[in-house]
């Protein structure tokens, strides 16, 4: 069975401190990995999709890494409009059709 | 822009009262999802469509319906809402082949059960 776990499940920081969260998987073959951002209320919002180890994808203060056995999520210099919950989903080959499993996410708030 | 949408935004139905949720998108994408959201919990898959093809995860109750009826629509039907369907019901589309590709969501609809 996929697994997902996101670490911290919290996280505050001041504006200007960079930090990284982290995403752990146990997939059958990975077919995808997905970042996505989420404000309260809303759906998600697609950040990055990583297919292979070795793989960096920037955007803006985000910066995506995947290993073979984990991503990770470099914000640096955050603002406070960072803040939100920010998801890691995997695709696997184990799964069937496109069903993706999700991490429990982790909250980031960006003080000023 | 090319966009996923979902209506209502805010739904209040009574307890045991059928309701529907609608989504629609622009994408032209091949693939769309209803998955259903709790507070801080992540968001869990009730079913997809690949094309016209329905598949229905093993453990969505037989409560929750959806209907296709062309690549642009899909609808979530609750026929008999319980206090704890409330949710949030996030709609996503996604294009497959070449490969499984990124899901993009819609806002979501906010379900409240009275």
């Known amino acids: 069975e996929d697994q997902v776990t996101q670490s911290p499940e919290a996280l505050r920081l001041q504006e200007g401190e960079s930090s990284s969260l982290n995403c752990s998987y146990t997939?059958?073959?990975?077919?995808?990995l997905f970042w996505y951002r989420q404000d309260p209320g809303k759906g998600p919002e697609f950040l990055f999709t990583?297919?292979?180890a070795g793989e960096e994808k920037e955007k803006e203060r985000l910066k995506a890494t995947l290993t073979k056995k984990e991503s990770f999520l470099h914000i640096t210099a955050p603002k406070p409009e960072d803040s939100a919950t920010y998801l890691c989903?995997?695709?696997?080959?184990?799964?069937?059709?496109?069903?993706?499993?999700f991490g429990e996410g982790t909250q980031l708030t960006v003080n000023p | 822009d090319a966009m996923v949408i979902q209506n209502p935004r805010y739904q209040v139905t009574q307890f045991g009262k059928p309701v529907t949720l609608s989504c629609s998108q622009t994408l032209n994408h091949n693939v769309m999802y209803w998955y259903q959201q709790k507070s801080s919990q992540a968001p869990k898959l009730l079913f997809h469509y690949y094309d016209k093809d329905f598949n229905n995860e093993a453990d969505t109750p037989d409560n929750f319906q959806s209907r296709r009826p062309n690549t642009s629509f899909c609808f979530l039907d609750i026929r008999s809402p319980g206090l704890g369907d409330a949710a949030m019901y996030l709609c996503?589309?996604?294009?497959?082949?070449?490969?499984?590709?990124?899901?993009?969501f819609g806002p979501g609809t906010r379900l409240t059960v009275l």
């Open positions: 989903a995997v695709l696997s080959r184990q799964t069937s059709g496109s069903r993706l499993t």
């Open positions: 990583l297919y292979s």
């Open positions: 996503a589309t996604s294009r497959d082949p070449p490969r499984p590709d990124t899901q993009y």
């Open positions: 997939v059958s073959g990975l077919r995808g």
